[in-house]
């Protein structure tokens, strides 16, 4: 649509520039001259239109900055998975998916897609948090959500991921084995709260971590059951990082983690003063203000039960 505007544009300022141009030639000429008219405006026209062919846009890469982790098929359809790194992760996954027709070779603009993802251990399954899955803004073909596991592979358990997905009211699905290897810090942490619920809290930003104060972002989750890992709002999450091979400093300028309502997640800023290792010691209060879990990190007490790491 967008090559199209442009193209239409272009022509409609070249025509005018042509009216111009005859215009020019009639008063230069005159009436006399008129007849070398059918030899001109036939060239001008042909120059204007193989100008705009030359001119058109190529289509747009709407997975430009992506690497695809794998692909899953079916008889009809290839769900094609991409993020960031071309890999999934223990902990938060950002993820970018399209459907591509196996008959046509074109990408589906309009589908409704759930997933399902479960860790089948060797004497239960149980699957981890997720988000729904939403057209990209401004995109045609994409379509995107993420999903936390906080659980790692291991040579006897393993995830596995199902795609449900309605294109022009026809139902579809496909399933495929995926890798999870285990992440080296802590990005993700399942606890039991003193109100005897258990949660899922997992580091989404920084994913880059720089010498400043940085944006900080994570996703708290409850497990109601197996299967269903809902989202928990309105709590907050007290927030001391230290430096624990650095006589366990502080930084200043850290604001504690509040929920967002747009996101359904918690933000909060971290300040990184220098390179190395940080322990995000963390305290988690309920909406009435009542400690779940976690403590305050004193002379007598060098860290948080709760906590999540960065190296940088």
């Known amino acids: 649509m967008i090559c199209i505007v442009r193209y239409q544009s272009k022509l409609y300022f070249e025509l005018i520039m042509v009216g111009v141009a005859i215009e020019f030639i009639i008063l230069k000429f005159k009436l006399k001259k008129m007849k070398l008219l059918k030899y001109i405006i036939p060239f001008i026209i042909t120059f204007t239109f193989i100008s705009c062919d030359d001119d058109t846009l190529d289509p747009i890469n709407e997975v430009e900055g992506l690497v695809k982790v794998q692909d899953f098929t079916n008889a009809t ?34 589908a409704t897609i ?31 959500g993420y999903i936390i596991f906080q659980m790692a592979e291991n040579a006897d358990e393993g995830w596995d991921l199902t795609i449900n997905y309605t294109i022009d009211g026809v139902e579809y699905s496909v399933v495929g ?38 944006d900080m972002t994570v996703g708290l989750f409850k497990m109601e059951s ?48 220098m390179t190395g290792y940080w322990k995000l010691n963390l305290m988690l209060y309920n909406s009435n203000n009542e400690l779940l879990k976690g403590e305050e990190v004193t002379v007598d007490n060098e860290g948080s039960s709760l906590f999540l790491e960065i190296e940088f």
């Open 77 to 110: 359809h290839t769900i094609e998975l991409f993020t960031e790194s071309g890999l999934l992760n223990h902990g938060y996954n950002d993820i970018t998916l399209r459907i591509k027709d196996i008959a046509t070779a074109e990408y589906i603009e309009h």
């Open 114 to 144: 759930t997933w399902n993802p479960v860790m089948h251990m060797t004497s239960r399954m149980h699957s981890c948090p997720k988000s729904d899955i939403v057209k990209v803004e401004n995109a045609e073909t994409t379509y995107n």
């Open 177 to 214: 084995d995926i890798n999870v290897p285990q992440s080296e810090k802590q990005v993700v942490t399942v606890f039991t709260g003193a109100d005897d619920v258990k949660y899922i809290l997992a580091l989404i930003e920084p994913q880059k971590p720089e010498v400043a104060i940085n």
């Open 226 to 273: 197996m299967m269903n890992f809902p989202v928990v709002a309105n709590y907050k999450i007290g927030l001391d990082p230290r430096m624990p091979s650095m006589d366990n400093h502080s930084s200043p300028n850290n604001e504690d983690l509040n929920y967002n309502n747009f996101t359904d997640l918690y933000d909060g800023k971290l300040s990184l003063t």
